[in-house]
Antibody, heavy 119, light 107 residues
Framework: QVQLVQSGAEVKKPGASVKLSCETS????????MHWVRQAPGQRLEWMGW????????EYSQTFQARITITRDTSATTVYMELSSLRSEDTALYYC????????????WGQGTLVTVSS | DIQMTQSPSSLSASVGDTVTISCRAS??????LNWYQQKPGKAPKFLIY???ILQSGVPSRFSGSGSGTDFTLTISSLQPEDFATYYC?????????FGQGTKLEIK
């Protein structure tokens, strides 16, 4: 069965960077792209960016363009998301989500990783 | 960016009721509209794509309709496990955006 397992919770200071992982199993990794979506407390889901797991091409939301890097390791069937210059507003649950049907929807989601940014 | 607006923001209903949640896009998105269900402390669950097509395994009491800018999610004969927050999401372009959510609570 398809599984997306994310790395554990992180606590960071303002200005620091965080790198999250999303390990996949149960399907052919390079056949589906991977997205990152975050949810701040009490807020709506917010799409951050995605990676073509086949060729490594990426596209990012303008909101995060300057601070986000999404990479993948095909041998480990794992996708990574690094967010830099963290501020308190980045405190949120971060999800990886598989893009289904040429990224028309997000059909499988990781369990989420809580990132807390606090001095 | 395409703005997605859901109504109502919250809704109270009883087991067995039928409820409807609306989602409006700030511009026409054809049928590029998806619905997700999220329970507290859990990741969103994918329910419906292309406005009206149920994902495999989703109970038939869930249905979606609409095109262009106005969409609805209907849940008939509410079950206890249906009380959750529902989000619409547009995939018309790759600057994906979500509605603010509709929290469905037990009356």
């Amino acid at each position: 069965q398809v599984q997306l397992v994310q790395s554990g919770a992180e606590v960071k200071k303002p200005g620091a960077s965080v790198k999250l992982s999303c390990e996949t199993s149960g399907y052919t990794f390079t056949h589906f792209d991977m997205h990152w979506v975050r949810q701040a407390p009490g807020q709506r889901l917010e799409w951050m960016g995605w990676i073509n797991t086949g060729n490594g091409n990426t596209e990012y939301s303008q909101t995060f363009q300057a601070r986000i890097t999404i990479t993948r390791d095909t041998s480990a069937t794992t996708v990574y998301m690094e967010l830099s210059s963290l501020r308190s507003e980045d405190t949120a649950l971060y999800y990886c989500a598989r893009g289904g049907d040429s990224n028309s929807y997000f059909d499988y989601w990781g369990q989420g990783t809580l990132v807390t940014v606090s001095s | 960016d395409i703005q997605m607006t859901q109504s109502p923001s919250s809704l109270s209903a009883s087991v067995g009721d039928t409820v409807t949640i609306s989602c409006r896009a700030s511009q026409s998105i054809g049928s590029y509209l998806n619905w997700y269900q999220q329970k507290p402390g859990k990741a969103p669950k994918f329910l419906i794509y292309a406005a009206s097509i149920l994902q495999s395994g989703v109970p038939s009491r869930f249905s979606g309709s609409g095109s262009g800018t106005d969409f609805t999610l209907t849940i008939s004969s509410l079950q206890p496990e249906d009380f959750a927050t529902y989000y619409c999401q547009q995939s018309y372009n790759t600057l994906y955006t979500f509605g603010q959510g509709t929290k469905l609570e037990i009356k």
